[in-house]
């Protein structure tokens, strides 16, 4: 589903991203800096994006010749303020670009945006979210598509963890920090659902190849293999000395599995391999989780 602009890669000129201190951003800054591409990131401390002049402010910032990642947002966008604050973003980040036209948009958006029910996931899947996160990620991939008619290229990654990771949500994350700290890992029922899980380094890695090939379009950042919460549990507790209790709770709501064709993705970056489960973990491992 994303085409190559450039069918070899190429080095770019300069990247500015949107985002500097989130989990995604500070990722893909470092994989462009160990490159040796030129990186401007700009934080919230230096525009505020929901702000009535944001989008004066960051045209200001940018170049024609400038590759944009857009991946600042206020997650998990639960309620009806976040939600319209998040569109706010988009609205100052759609002026900026309707007057500077930079040479490519990235943006990063989430698989949120897709039925929670859906099994089997692909890129032509229609967008019909069941949260106001995924919700609000649809409205503003529909509002970059409106303004920008330049190469956009739209990135929907599953569930991402990572050492730097800052939600804390249910899965690697969250176990890894539990088991640091010597407590039970709690699953929801016995931890049945599978889901793909990415580890962050890999989206980085999608995300300057997608820049060094000036794609467009829209991709899944997925491995294309799925684990049940259970089997990543497990493999979590076998990565410390001290074991932990691993305890399943009474089901409140039925099991929904997800997994991904990841087809697209291995056509259109064939050199490219997503690092297995077991070995991100135990990179994620030695790196230590960063305490919340």
Known sequence: MINHHWT????????????NRGFVAAAVAQALVERGVATQTIGANEINLAG?????????????????????????SKTIPLFMENLAMAKAVGEAIGQTAPAQVIY?????????????????????????????????EA???????????????SLLYGATDPHNGYGPNRFMRQVAAGQTITLFGEGEERRDHVWIRDVAEVVYRVIAHRSWGVLNVATGHSFSF???????????EKPVAIQGTPRQNPV????????AGFKAFPDFHYTPLKDGLAQTCLQGMKKL
């Open 108 to 140: 990063i958006s989430s698989d949120a945006v897709y039925r929670d029910d859906l099994d089997l996931v692909r890129e032509g899947d229609c967008a019909h979210p069941g949260s106001l996160h995924g919700a609000m990620h649809v409205a503003r």
């Open 143 to 157: 509002l970059l598509q409106a303004v920008y008619k330049g190469l956009l290229c739209v990135l929907r990654p």
């Open 256 to 263: 929904m599995h997800r997994h991904y064709d990841s087809t």
């Open 8 to 19: 070899e890669p190429q080095k770019p000129g300069r990247v500015c991203i949107l985002g």
């Open 52 to 76: 009535p002049d944001a989008g004066l402010q960051l045209a200001g910032r940018l170049r024609r010749e400038d590759v944009l990642v857009f991946v600042a947002a206020r997650a998990p």
């Open 230 to 240: 259970r089997e990543v549990a497990e493999q979590v507790v076998a990565l410390f």
